[in-house]
């Protein structure tokens, strides 16, 4: 009994590898230089409250921190890093909010992409949240760094972290100290430029947002993730199980498309005849639903091709037979819905929503064009991070196409064609519309004028610049804010 007692040695602990292995050294000084630095360009120079040239400055003190801290260098790393500031870039030129919005976040998207290395479609999902998340444990691993950088320093690192140190604190103190004295904020405006970093709540939280982003990348690349890791058992469905389903959704939509080329050939005259309507109505009814079969058949698409058995040719032929079938009909549906949108902005006016939804559905098609590619040797190792790509050019096109500018022109034209015009939308617009104002009478151009008066302000910061408002502002002033503004116009929706 007293043999058994002693070779007991208590309960068994199994300990499980983690999901996100903590990276084995502290981080280095120049990972902690590189997150102090963008912290503090955020902070002095990024203006939270509307797009500017602030933006891409911030991104590239980032991305050239995490690019030295961490030695990536890849061709493909660079590319979206790439990508990703010339997202931020928008900010600089032009001013619509929505777009901006996006472009922030496809921007983030991308930038965590440049630090990962997944390529299956579970591994590019992780990649792009991959560094807000890594931002959390990234302080404890700062922490680390910190302690360890407390023993013997070079001469060269000395000068870095004491220039570092004094630029915190000359931040910190200094816009208290003007703001607490008129005398001293009016000598500091004498000796250098104006630089409002706003509230000191608000340099604090964008220190610490951009740098804790700075570091998370920086986490990322110093332990390795397990992004594109597969099930341990994969499951396959027979192919009497899947071909079945899936030839009958093909059946459908080739007599849905078959209706479809008639009313698309057919044009106002057919779909009058057919259904009562016209063809604006009739494109009203049924883009919505065009765009839900879209996107649900891409997802149909990829869960077949996920479980379908591929262990035989005769499998194989049947999986290239029918999905590629499915695909090439969805792009005739897709085309239809393409043509639905065009012909119902063109009766009802251009919107930014219909202008948006108009741009995802032309994605979508290439995205359909990638999936048949990848369909002919059914390997796709590739289609996910190219259909992030393809979303990320096809955003960066929608900003070069200026759509503010552009729905103001075409609604403008409708106007010169129809005498229809919604006025109370178009006030709604950015200053990016200004200029598409000029063939409109006078007296209603100056009432949109002054609507839009109040998104810019005498002078803009430095860092706050920005193209589209610069060239808005002369036409701006010239508009007095006592100028009566009546958008009681003739409209229609």
Known sequence: MSGHAAAWS??????????????????????????AAAG?????????????????????????????????????SIAWAVAAL??????????????????LLAASAAGSLAVT????????VAGMVAVPIAAFPAVKW????????????????????????????????????????????ELLGNLVPTVDIGSPFEWVFLFVTIGLGTLGACYVQATTLPLDAEPRDRRTVARREWAVPIGVLVAVFAVFVGVQLASLFGGDDYVQR?????????????????????????????????FAATDTAADRLWLRVLLGGLAGLTLVIVASALSRMWAYQQAYGFT?????????????????????????????????????????????????????????????????????????????????????????PADVRECLLVRMKF????????????????????????????RGCDLDYPTTR
């Open 10 to 35: 208590g309960p068994v602990v199994h300990q499980t590898k983690p999901l996100w292995p903590a990276p084995t050294a502290p981080a280095s000084r120049n990972v902690l230089y590189a997150g």
């Open 40 to 76: 503090l360009t955020a902070a002095a120079v990024l203006p939270l409250d509307l797009p500017g040239v602030g933006w891409v400055l911030t991104g590239i003190v980032g991305v050239v921190g995490v690019f030295l801290a961490t030695g990536r260098r890849s061709p493909q």
């Open 86 to 103: 010339l997202l931020l870039g928008v900010s600089t030129f032009l001013t619509a909010d929505w777009l901006f919005s996006l472009s």
């Open 117 to 124: 290395d997944g390529r299956s479609l579970r591994g590019v």
């Open 142 to 185: 700062a922490v680390r760094g910190m302690r360890a950088s407390r023993g013997p320093v070079r001469p060269d690192r000395r000068l870095g972290r004491t220039i570092l140190i004094s630029a915190g604190l000359l931040l910190v103190f200094v816009p208290l100290l003007a703001g607490a004295d008129a005398a001293f904020a």
């Open 274 to 306: 057919t259904a009562q309507l016209t063809y604006a109505e009739y494109a009203r009814g049924g883009f919505w639903q065009l765009l839900a079969v879209t996107v649900l058949t891409l997802v149909v698409i990829g869960v077949a091709t996920r």
């Open 352 to 440: 930014a929503l219909r202008l948006l939804v108009f741009a995802c559905e032309v994605w979508l098609a290439v995205v359909y064009l990638l999936v048949l590619a990848a369909g002919v040797r059914l390997r796709a190792g590739w289609l996910p991070r190219s259909v992030v790509a393809t979303a990320v050019a096809s955003l960066l096109v929608l900003a070069a196409l200026n759509p503010d500018r552009f729905i103001a022109e075409h609604n403008v034209e409708r106007w010169q064609a129809t005498g229809k015009i919604d006025l109370p939308y178009l006030g709604t617009l950015s200053v990016d519309a200004v200029p598409a104002f000029d063939p409109l």
């Open 455 to 482: 998104q810019v302000t005498d002078t803009d910061d430095w860092y706050a610049w920005n193209l589209s408002r610069e060239l808005a502002r002369p036409v701006l002033d010239r508009v007095s804010w006592e």
